[in-house]
């Protein structure tokens, strides 16, 4: 997956990808490029899992 969306930024960005990775509570992966990007979502992809506290977050 973590191949996949590196793979997704760099070939739509026009030039610049950066990538980040923090720690506070949690770990943060931020991915970021200067491409044209994709519409919002509507919604989110799958339903949450059992125990997620957010639709985009695993149980």
């Given at each position: 997956?973590?191949?996949?969306?590196?793979?997704?930024?760099?070939?739509?960005?026009?030039?610049?990808?950066?990538?980040?990775?923090?720690?506070?509570?949690?770990?943060?992966?931020?991915?970021?490029?200067?491409?044209?990007g994709i519409?919002p979502l509507?919604?989110?992809?799958?339903?949450?899992?059992?125990?997620?506290?957010?639709?985009?977050?695993?149980g």
């Amino acid at each position: 997956m973590l191949t996949n969306l590196l793979d997704n930024a760099e070939r739509h960005a026009d030039s610049t990808v950066i990538v980040t990775v923090r720690r506070n509570s949690e770990a943060v992966l931020e991915v970021l490029d200067d491409g044209a990007g994709i519409a919002p979502l509507a919604g989110p992809i799958c339903p949450p899992q059992s125990g997620a506290t957010s639709p985009y977050q695993a149980g």
